[in-house]
């Protein structure tokens, strides 16, 4: 069911902190950090290229599983927001062409998947369960961080903690936290869906996401 193959966890070689990122969850954002700590410069993003210049330069770094000794930070992020942003950028977007589908709709997309749903962890990545990308690993202490909120503070706490160098956050763009007027039938489905999510999260961590509407 989850992952083990660790590709979404980003070891960093000077310090004792791995950073693990998923779509959707500020992961831009997630992935510039790790940049800063292995070269102390700051990755610029300009344009869309220098967007995926630096998805490439994050999968060039070594996989391996995260040791005891290392906190581990992951970027979390309420499954219904992080799905309702995956429809806006990719499904809605005329402008992405391998997801574009014109004319459907946030609530029958939500329907599709909810048929689907069995098969949730072998859809795409942007729309996939948040647990599907991270094993927990019970010898690891593990941060989460909801982008949700203000990033700056969450990552202070971490750099103070273990003494990182401080990179610049006012740029930081912030994710919406979904408080989304939908029906009871539509909050349900989107439960259904992301039952492992809400349920890893809340025993896991003590998020508790729900109800949410």
């Not at 510039?32 to 344009?47: D, H, I, P, Q, Y």
């Not at 971490?158 to 006012?170: D, H, Q, R, V």
Request: proline share 7%; with cysteine; net charge neutral.
């Amino acid at each position: 069911m989850r992952s083990q193959t660790y590709d979404r966890i980003l070891p960093c070689m000077k310090y004792p902190l791995v950073i693990g990122w998923s779509p959707k969850c500020a992961c831009t954002f997630f992935k510039r950090w790790w940049w800063f700590l292995e070269t102390g410069t700051l990755w610029e993003l300009s344009t869309q290229d220098h967007h995926e210049k630096l998805h490439v330069a994050v999968q060039n770094r070594a996989i391996r599983k995260p040791t005891d000794r290392e906190i581990v930070v992951i970027g979390i992020r309420h499954p219904a927001s992080r799905l309702r942003s995956a429809y806006v950028d990719k499904i809605a977007n005329p402008a992405n062409k391998s997801y574009y589908r014109p004319g459907l709709l946030f609530e029958q997309w939500v329907d599709e998947l909810h048929v689907d749903r069995a098969n949730r962890h072998e859809w795409g990545s942007h729309w996939n369960p948040q647990v599907t990308m991270f094993e927990r690993l019970p010898d690891a202490y593990t941060v989460p961080i909801d982008v949700g909120d203000d990033l700056e503070p969450s990552v202070r706490k971490i750099e103070n903690m273990l003494g990182l160098p401080a990179m610049e956050c006012s740029n930081t763009k912030k994710t919406t936290k979904m408080k989304p007027v939908i029906s009871n039938e539509l909050a349900g489905k989107i439960a259904d869906i992301y039952q492992d999510d809400f349920e890893w999260l809340a025993k896991y961590y003590g998020i508790c996401y729900m109800p949410f509407c």
